[in-house]
């Protein structure tokens, strides 16, 4: 098993390669599907042994390329069991759009070009994975359930060499691992990142910050300091709203 790792427009992109065939550990952006293609025919592959994609929540640099790889290499896309879609009724509509939005501000921090990163707020996956549940086609891995960030966040554990994925479930910001932003359900956050740590893993592989070892992370601190009120752009942006319209906090 050897890691792949890619500099995606906003965030880092794992692709893994087993053998003949190719696992990607997130969506990344609709920015990085090019490349994406092109990197699996340097390694002398055929797109078609892409596999699997798992997207482990629904924001841009996560599920924004899922959809146009899926249609360009034929790979299966599996994501958490969770209830309906993430990106539901007006609010939905609004909240992707934010999302996007933050997406491309993220990349202009990054001194990136303004791209394209329109993607369906609605995921289409061909398997819905329960926590505990190996990954379809790569046995190795198993979805954990991490819920907090979103309510359908996965972490991906490669059971032999006790390497995680995490995602989004932490940052580093000027040196230190903090929660992300959002953080759209507190209780579920702090249990994860406690199902994390219980886990004992060798290294934690971080969507932003590349791959650092477990004991560089302070899990104790990080539930200590965890926020304990939902802490989301888009909660802020409609008490805003409803502010200025006089409809009350």
């Not at 790979?75 to 539901?88: G, L, V």
């Not at 909240?95 to 995921?123: C, E, F, I, T």
């Not at 891995?141 to 059971?159: E, F, N």
Request: aromatic residues 8%.
């Amino acid at each position: 098993m050897k890691i792949h790792v890619l500099e995606g427009y906003i965030q880092h992109i794992y692709l893994v390669e087993h053998e003949t065939d190719l696992l990607l550990l997130d969506g990344c952006c609709r920015a990085d599907v090019e490349l994406v293609c092109n990197y699996i025919l340097q390694l002398q592959k055929p797109l078609s042994a892409l596999k699997l994609i798992v997207v482990t929540h629904m924001h841009p640099d996560h599920a924004g390329g899922a959809h146009k790889l899926k249609k360009l290499t034929g790979a299966k896309i599996a994501t958490a069991n969770a209830p309906s879609q993430w990106y539901r009724g007006i609010d939905g509509v609004m909240m992707h759009l934010s999302d996007m939005a933050l997406a491309l501000w993220v990349a202009g921090r990054k001194r990136k070009a303004k791209r394209n990163l329109w993607y369906p707020r609605q995921l289409s996956p061909d398997f819905f994975l329960a926590d505990g549940d190996s990954l379809p086609y790569f046995n190795e891995w198993q979805a954990i359930h991490t819920p907090g960030h979103t309510d359908r966040d996965l972490s991906l554990y490669h059971l032999p060499s006790k390497r995680i994925y995490v995602a989004d479930l932490t940052v580093k910001v000027k040196g230190q691992f903090v929660a992300p932003f959002p953080v759209f359900y507190p209780r579920l956050y702090r249990q994860s990142l406690a199902k994390v740590k219980a886990l004992k893993p060798h290294s934690v592989i971080l969507a932003h910050q590349g791959e650092v070892l477990a004991e560089e992370i302070d899990f104790n601190a990080l539930i200590a300091h965890a926020p304990k009120q939902p802490m989301t752009h888009w909660r802020s942006v409609k008490k805003k709203t409803k502010k200025a319209l006089g409809l009350g906090s």
